[in-house]
């Protein structure tokens, strides 16, 4: 029989852990016992749970117990981490400790050491010599690099709902078509001036439907403005934008009447041959070739953008990042110091920005269509809050409540 006493700690009720941790035990081929239960009677009250995990199959201990670490679970008897040696570059020992997007320490020589850069999907190195430890991707672990193994010694901290709601709780992550929008948007452009009183950094992840719902210049203006302070998206979205900016039109569709204009299918490549010419975006507004839209004024404004080619692209425009691991390097360097995001139709960069950020930053998904939304929460991305509703009235309606909150 293999066993452990694990203890949890927190609103482990009204965020459902204590239920949720049970639930996993037995659904998994588990068994446990609860050993004291303490529960909290004012709001700011913590619960506490010391509970006997135990199961006969060693395979499936391994997997109940890596899953009630993600859930915030701690060993009642903490050792420092186990570390082993990479044998060779891009590889880690089997039993590696695979990293959640949550707070995360390690014990190390007896101390509690912070991941300051934590994202899901990873492994942890440490420096044994400096004490300090690095969430790293897997393809950039070094030969000789000590790597964490299992979960002895880690503490993983999730974010947990308070009895009553914080500020960014005003809805769960449920997506549904059918809730109070005007309320969403006015709790979100609240969310985005809190942080900015803060000086917190806003990110914005765009899709090409902000282009084709005739909201370039909306998201041009709140860059110009100063309420977005980077911008991620593909070649479509600045491809289309310029585009808008060079012709008016979007997929040749001209933005103010929707009529299709003749021989509008080339304008996105005329635009890419335009900036090309040009040598970079940059270089077209410095030479007054592009003189507004979205990447216009984030040029303008020295506001950092990346853009994340594809391989389904066009051209791409010379600002493009075509190797995805030189992108999803510099996705990452660019989101270390970002407070909240907003991912704004565009299911892949959504999902992979969702990957690269710890669930402390508040995040928002907006998207018409559900299946998007719900698969960052699929994905693990279980901080952010999901908007199902039409660009074309989402953006206007933000922008009108920033003006609002900011007179």
Partial sequence: MF????????????????????????????????????VGKLKTDYSTARI????????????????????????????????????????????????????????????????????????????TENKTATCKPLNTVKKGEMIVVGRNGVKVTPPERSRGKNNFEFMNSDASSEKPKQTIIHNVATQMMETKEDDGKI???????????????????????????????????????????????????????????THGHKHHLSAINTINKAGSIKDAVEQGVLTSGIMYECVKNDTPYVLAGSIRDDGPLP?????????????????QDVDMVIMISTLLHSVATGN??????????????????????????AQVISIVTDIGSFLPMLLDELHRIDK
């Avoid at 009204?14 to 239920?19: F, G, I, K, V």
């Avoid at 995805?324 to 996705?331: D, I, K, L």
Wanted: aromatic share 6%; hydrophobic share 40%.
């Fill in 52 to 127: 006997r995990v135990e199961s006969e199959d060693e395979v499936i201990f391994d997997r109940i117990m890596d899953i009630l670490t993600d859930y915030g679970a701690e060993l009642v008897e903490v050792d420092d981490v186990t570390l082993i040696p990479s044998q060779k570059d891009k590889t880690v020992p089997d039993k590696f400790y695979s990293t959640s997007n949550y707070n995360t320490k390690i014990k190390y020589d007896g101390e509690w050491i912070n991941i300051d850069n934590i994202e899901m999907d990873c492994v942890i190195t440490v420096d």
């Fill in 203 to 261: 990110l914005v992840v765009g899709g090409p439907a902000i282009i084709h719902t005739g909201c370039s210049g909306i998201l041009a203006q709140m860059i110009k403005e100063k309420y977005v302070d980077k911008l991620f998206a593909g070649n479509a979205l600045a491809t289309h934008d310029i585009e808008q900016a060079l012709y008016g039109t979007s997929l040749g569709v001209n933005i103010d009447d929707g009529e299709l204009v």
């Fill in 3 to 38: 066993t452990q006493r694990i203890i949890l700690k927190g609103h482990i009720i009204d965020s459902l852990t204590l239920p949720k941790t049970l639930d996993t035990i037995m659904e998994m081929g588990g068994d446990f016992e609860i050993e004291d239960l303490q």
């Fill in 319 to 335: 600002d493009v990042i075509t190797d995805s691991q030189v992108a999803q390097q510099r996705m990452r360097e660019e989101v």
């Fill in 356 to 381: 690269l950020i710890p669930a402390r930053i508040k995040s928002v998904c907006v998207d018409i269509n559900t299946d998007s939304v719900t698969k960052l929460s699929d994905r693990g991305s």
